[in-house]
């Protein structure tokens, strides 16, 4: 007969579990049911677990989104995310967690992210009782002149509200003056308790 031995070691002082004999022979093989017993018993489980990395379906949905909103904050590119270096530190940190790959953070996270805090600004207005609009005009990097809105409420800072892209519009006095009228609709006029812009002309004629 031949015997064989498996070793399971389980403990950071290399303590060894229980051994698993096999009696080996030409017709049959046997197992001893007590060893079994005590491998499968609960405080032997929970001994194995902790070296078995696990991540559920929550957690990744988490980790994902701590992730995104970390690339989010800091302006990070997207394309950093399928470096073979980030995913090497997760595999270390991790290695049962795959981190988003730059499709997902700038698509569906990305939605996600824009939805949750647009409904955060929602709540915040619906609270608000008192509110002001202030707006200015500006030129991004590709020559697009863009007129954005923020609002200002006591208690909290300062609210991106949104944005007009103003390509082929003629920034007028009543031009602006109706925009700031719509923005001051969509929150509740009575709401509203000042307008502040730029001391340019046309800001001051609307």
Same mark, same amino acid.
């Given at each position: !007969?031949?015997? %064989?031995?498996?070793?399971?070691?389980?403990?950071?002082?290399?303590?060894?579990?229980?051994?698993?004999?096999?009696? #080996?022979?030409? *017709?049959?093989?046997? =197992?001893?049911?007590?060893? &079994?017993?005590?491998?499968?018993?609960?405080?032997?489980?929970?001994?194995? !677990?902790?070296? $078995?990395? /696990?991540?559920?379906?929550?957690?990744?949905?988490?980790? !994902?989104? #701590?992730?995104?909103?970390?690339?989010?904050? /800091?302006?990070?590119?997207?394309?950093?995310?399928?470096?073979?270096?980030?995913?090497? =530190? +997760?595999?270390?940190?991790?290695?049962?967690?795959?981190?988003?790959?730059?499709?997902?953070?700038? @698509? @569906?996270?990305?939605?996600?992210?824009?939805?949750?805090?647009?409904?955060?600004?929602?709540?915040? $207005?619906?609270?608000?009782?008192?509110?002001?609009?202030?707006?200015?005009? +500006?030129?991004? &990097?590709?020559?697009?002149?863009?007129?954005?809105?923020? &609002?200002? %409420?006591? *208690?909290?800072?300062?609210?991106?509200?949104?944005?007009?892209?103003?390509?082929?519009?003629?920034? /007028?006095?009543?031009? %602006? #003056?109706?925009?700031? $009228?719509?923005?001051?609709?969509?929150?509740? #006029?009575?709401?509203?308790?000042?307008?502040? @812009? !730029?001391?340019?002309? @046309?800001?001051?004629?609307?």
């Amino acid at each position: !007969d031949q015997q %064989i031995v498996k070793r399971f070691r389980g403990t950071r002082s290399n303590a060894s579990l229980p051994l698993l004999g096999i009696a #080996a022979s030409n *017709n049959d093989s046997e =197992v001893s049911s007590a060893t &079994l017993s005590q491998l499968a018993s609960p405080s032997r489980m929970l001994t194995m !677990d902790r070296w $078995i990395d /696990t991540v559920n379906s929550d957690h990744k949905e988490k980790l !994902d989104e #701590a992730i995104a909103k970390f690339y989010y904050r /800091t302006a990070i590119p997207f394309n950093t995310a399928d470096c073979k270096a980030w995913k090497d =530190v +997760w595999l270390v940190a991790r290695p049962a967690y795959e981190p988003p790959s730059s499709k997902r953070l700038r @698509t @569906t996270l990305l939605t996600k992210a824009f939805n949750k805090m647009q409904c955060n600004v929602n709540e915040i $207005i619906q609270d608000a009782t008192s509110v002001s609009v202030v707006s200015d005009g +500006w030129s991004n &990097l590709r020559n697009e002149h863009l007129v954005n809105f923020i &609002l200002i %409420i006591p *208690n909290h800072k300062p609210l991106f509200y949104g944005f007009i892209d103003c390509d082929g519009q003629s920034q /007028t006095s009543l031009q %602006i #003056a109706n925009d700031l $009228i719509k923005v001051i609709e969509e929150i509740g #006029a009575a709401k509203v308790n000042s307008v502040v @812009t !730029d001391n340019a002309a @046309t800001m001051q004629g609307a």
